[in-house]
């Protein structure tokens, strides 16, 4: 029975020391990307690591998802499969034996307050783009290809696209963009 953690921050410059800082853990599994899909290089990997008697453990319910449906979709994912979570922030542990209605409600309330932060996050960043782009500042991102000859390499050799993603460390999006450039 192992006892596993799971970290993410929203970006490569954040720093991930504050989470589950202390915590003894068998293993730990940590992403740097968006909390708003469950496309995560990482998560997968946990995903496919852990089992039945393992206990998951994330800093806070933000750190494993901005969507409620995510969450919740998570921890039974997980609970069906005997894998307890344990969120160290709100003091809060789902199992497969039985959770209190109050864990319940916790679980919901907090994870419905993740999600629409991150709709407010979403809100103003595209209220300074429409700005910048009106002051002529905003030209967007300048798309990063210097690992895409290694994904046409991979995705040559039969490797699976998701495969591709975690051996390379980028985003499932960026290797289906790569891939539909190779196919067309």
């Known amino acids: 029975m192992a006892k596993v953690g799971y970290v993410r921050v929203s970006s490569v410059q954040q720093n991930t020391d504050r989470q589950l800082d202390g915590v003894q853990l068998d293993k730990v599994f940590t992403d740097k990307c968006t909390g708003g899909t469950t496309n995560r290089p990482a998560l997968d990997q946990l995903r496919e690591y852990i089992r039945t008697g393992d206990t998951v453990v994330i800093h806070s319910i933000d750190r494993l998802a901005r969507s409620i449906d995510d ?3 998570l921890v039974k994912e997980w609970n069906t ?3 307890t979570v ?4 709100e003091g809060l542990v789902f199992t497969a034996d039985e959770n209190s209605p109050m864990a319940e409600l916790m679980l919901n309330m907090l994870g419905a307050i ?7 996050i979403n809100e103003r960043q595209a209220e300074g783009i429409a700005k910048a782009k009106a002051k ?3 030209t967007g991102r ?3 290809t210097a690992k895409h000859d290694d994904i046409k390499a991979l995705l040559a050799e039969g490797i699976s696209i998701r495969k591709v993603a975690v051996q390379l460390g980028c985003g499932v999006s960026t290797v289906q963009r790569v891939k539909k450039e ?3």
């Open 86 to 89: 344990q969120f160290m922030k």
């Open 136 to 138: 002529g500042v905003y």
């Open 81 to 83: 499969e005997g894998i």
């Open 182 to 184: 190779v196919d067309s």
């Open 142 to 144: 300048k798309a990063n």
């Open 114 to 120: 993740a999600q629409f932060e991150k709709a407010l």
């Open 71 to 73: 969450l919740r979709r």
